[in-house]
């Protein structure tokens, strides 16, 4: 099995233990990865602020390459994933592509009759592998919680491979690891990312009702599949910690991390050591 590897913005610079992670883990379940030659930003929500048109055609841009490539695009980032569907879902629709095609073509590209899938790299591990099969290590004794955020399932109609409202394939994946999956209400709320900048006080709340949860479950790690709900949860905790006087430390993870640990991968080539809030404790209990 291939796919063209799209590692976006944030997998090769503030999420690269994501990147590490996801290529350990990839490589060990016997899966090939080749990075999508010439791939460029998928434009965010920023640029579709812009343009709609112009930030669908960034997305695109990537899919067409993929597209000339033969090979189905995964991407690691649920942002980048999700704008990469939609695109991929638009070139599909002849209005949406009529609207893209003469800015691909002033990138010097045209579209390949050979339409391909857009997939993210949970979905892929759980609906398309046997890891039980892979499992050396089990995370015995480790609690978790899964955090799907926003964008991973959503919406259903460019998604469509777990519920849009109550996602399970993580915490399916989490518990073939060996891991014990807490029950989770706030796994799809917003972490307030997109809002930090210009209503900071919004989302550190937004993301303070969400690590409440999840130290109330008592859960050892916090685990995600999103670089932004990432930033919002790991890298502001101790913003969070200052002003509503609370202390948490509380590990936040990717999910190709946790699954590395169970396939016996070291910690250092999962990116482990990279992170802000220390994983330590959580590889203490685990004794690696």
């Given at each position: 099995?291939?796919?063209?590897?799209?590692?976006?913005?944030?997998?090769?610079?503030?999420?690269?233990?994501?990147?590490?992670?996801?290529?350990?883990?990839?490589?060990?379940?016997?899966?090939?990865?080749?990075?999508?030659?010439?791939?460029?930003?998928?434009?965010?929500?920023?640029?579709?602020?812009?343009?709609?048109?112009?930030?669908?055609?960034?997305?695109?841009?990537?899919?067409?390459?993929?597209?000339?490539?033969?090979?189905?695009?995964?991407?690691?980032?649920?942002?980048?994933?999700?704008?990469?569907?939609?695109?991929?879902?638009?070139?599909?629709?002849?209005?949406?592509?009529?609207?893209?095609?003469?800015?691909?073509?002033?990138?010097?590209?045209?579209?390949?009759?050979?339409?391909?899938?857009?997939?993210?790299?949970?979905?892929?591990?759980?609906?398309?592998?046997?890891?039980?099969?892979?499992?050396?290590?089990?995370?015995?004794?480790?609690?978790?919680?899964?955090?799907?955020?926003?964008?991973?399932?959503?919406?259903?109609?460019?998604?469509?491979?777990?519920?849009?409202?109550?996602?399970?394939a993580m915490d399916r994946i989490a518990q073939i690891c060996g891991a014990e999956v807490?029950?989770?209400?706030?796994?799809?709320?917003?972490?307030?990312?997109?809002?930090?900048?210009?209503?900071e006080a919004v989302a550190l709340e937004l993301t303070k009702q969400i690590l409440d949860?999840?130290?109330?479950?008592?859960?050892?790690?916090?685990?995600?599949?999103?670089?932004?709900?990432?930033?919002?949860?790991?890298?502001?905790?101790?913003?969070?910690?200052?002003?509503?006087?609370?202390?948490?430390?509380?590990?936040?993870?990717?999910?190709?991390?946790?699954?590395?640990?169970?396939?016996?991968?070291?910690?250092?080539?999962?990116?482990?050591?990279?992170?802000?809030?220390?994983?330590?404790?959580?590889?203490?209990?685990?004794?690696?």
């Amino acid at each position: 099995m291939k796919y063209s590897y799209y590692p976006g913005c944030s997998l090769h610079s503030t999420a690269k233990e994501f990147d590490l992670s996801t290529q350990a883990v990839m490589e060990a379940l016997g899966i090939e990865l080749e990075e999508l030659q010439d791939w460029s930003c998928c434009g965010g929500s920023v640029a579709g602020s812009v343009s709609h048109e112009v930030g669908m055609a960034l997305s695109a841009r990537n899919v067409v390459l993929a597209q000339q490539q033969k090979n189905d695009l995964l991407a690691a980032c649920s942002g980048c994933y999700n704008k990469s569907a939609r695109a991929a879902n638009a070139l599909g629709n002849e209005k949406e592509r009529r609207k893209i095609e003469p800015i691909l073509e002033d990138m010097g590209l045209s579209i390949p009759d050979h339409p391909i899938q857009v997939r993210n790299i949970v979905d892929v591990l759980a609906n398309d592998l046997d890891l039980a099969h892979h499992i050396k290590t089990p995370l015995t004794g480790l609690r978790v919680v899964c955090y799907y955020g926003c964008l991973l399932t959503r919406p259903a109609d460019i998604t469509g491979w777990d519920s849009p409202r109550f996602p399970m394939a993580m915490d399916r994946i989490a518990q073939i690891c060996g891991a014990e999956v807490a029950d989770f209400h706030s796994k799809t709320k917003c972490c307030g990312g997109p809002i930090l900048v210009p209503q900071e006080a919004v989302a550190l709340e937004l993301t303070k009702q969400i690590l409440d949860e999840a130290q109330a479950l008592e859960a050892d790690c916090i685990v995600l599949a999103c670089p932004l709900c990432s930033t919002n949860l790991e890298l502001r905790q101790p913003d969070i910690e200052v002003k509503y006087r609370k202390d948490y430390k509380l590990p936040v993870i990717y999910i190709t991390e946790l699954i590395g640990l169970a396939l016996g991968i070291q910690p250092i080539h999962l990116g482990l050591d990279k992170h802000l809030v220390s994983t330590q404790p959580l590889l203490k209990k685990l004794k690696r």
